[in-house]
């Protein structure tokens, strides 16, 4: 099988833990590891992986097109809006890491076979990863939802400048993508950066206002979920299921990372690298079985 080669735009955490991850990948491989500092921390694990590496940032793309089929975008969301303007023009399909809202949005539990006809996949958020999938759920087993609000706590070790700087965009975009697949029109998402010492793991509450909830239907169709989720993010699971209090279906979630590069406590950065690669890796096998 030809493997997918795929490049990395973005060295810090979630452009590493993603190399990493890439690399135990049958479908994929890296090509090349893109950033602005050769003495980064990602930079020199990149380095020490044997992996090709440039400081040019989306010039290093440009000069080796030929190269590459698939560019993972972890890098800003102001950066990727200037990056798909070339990017796009390359004819490169695009995964989107960033909260920048271009492409379709993409929950693989969700919509995997309907993205991978698109070339720009946005990713959406870490906490939108993470709780997405129950808000569709909840969409799909209950009428008349009036309201869904979901609050996720990471551990702030585990938050790098470009989280820190996309924050603004982060609610805006994981709001849109609930919006978008529960159909419920008022949503509210909040990301609270943990400090606490030792490090927590990353838990993700929501929350949905209805009235004369069917908790049968949703038990069952969480259960279905948690356990496709699972198929490529191993260390998501059910913490609290579904309760129905105060007028309100309250469920909790827990992604667990693989410890790859940070920590485990560092699930924000499984639970949306995860998902990234189960799109590439999907890409590749169509890719495979059309040639």
């Known amino acids: 099988m030809k493997k997918l080669r795929v490049a990395i735009l973005g060295s810090g955490n979630i452009g590493t833990d993603l190399l990493i991850k ?5 479908f994929l491989e890296c090509v090349l590891f893109i950033g602005r ?37 972890a890098t800003s969301a102001k950066d990727a809006k200037n990056h798909w ?12 890491m960033t909260p920048a809202k271009l492409g379709i ?24 990863q993470a709780s997405i999938p129950i808000a569709y759920v909840i969409g799909k087993t209950q009428k008349n939802v ?38 419920v029109p008022r949503t509210k998402a909040i990301l609270n950066l943990n400090p606490a010492d030792p490090c927590i793991d990353m838990q993700t509450t929501i929350f949905a206002q209805v009235e004369n909830p069917d908790m ?26 579904p309760v129905f209090e105060n007028g309100r279906i309250v469920i909790m979630v827990k992604a667990q990372g693989l410890g790859d590069y940070l920590p485990k406590y560092a699930g924000n950065l499984d639970i949306i690298n995860c998902a990234a690669i189960a799109v590439a890796e999907q890409y590749s096998k169509n890719f495979n079985n059309i040639k």
Do not use: W
């Not at 049968?216 to 299921?241: A, C, R, T």
């Open 146 to 183: 009036e309201y869904i609000e979901v609050v996720s706590s990471i551990a702030s070790r585990s938050a790098g400048p470009a989280t820190r700087l996309n924050l603004d965009e982060y609610v805006d975009t994981t709001e849109n993508g609930i919006k978008h697949f529960s159909n």
């Open 85 to 96: 303007d070339i990017l796009d023009k390359l004819g490169k399909i695009v995964v989107d």
């Open 37 to 73: 500092n050769l003495s980064s921390p990602g930079m020199a694990k990149a380095i020490a992986m044997g992996v090709k590496v440039s400081d040019e940032s989306i010039n290093a793309i440009v000069k080796n097109s030929d190269l590459v089929d698939l560019v993972f975008d």
């Open 105 to 128: 949005f993409c929950i693989p539990a969700v919509n995997l076979e309907e993205v991978i006809e698109h070339r720009n996949i946005n990713m959406i958020t870490c906490g939108g």
């Open 22 to 26: 890439i690399q135990r990948s049958e």
């Open 216 to 241: 049968g239907y949703l038990e069952k169709e969480i259960d279905i979920m948690i356990k496709k989720i699972q198929n490529y993010v191993p260390g998501y699971s059910l913490l609290v299921p």
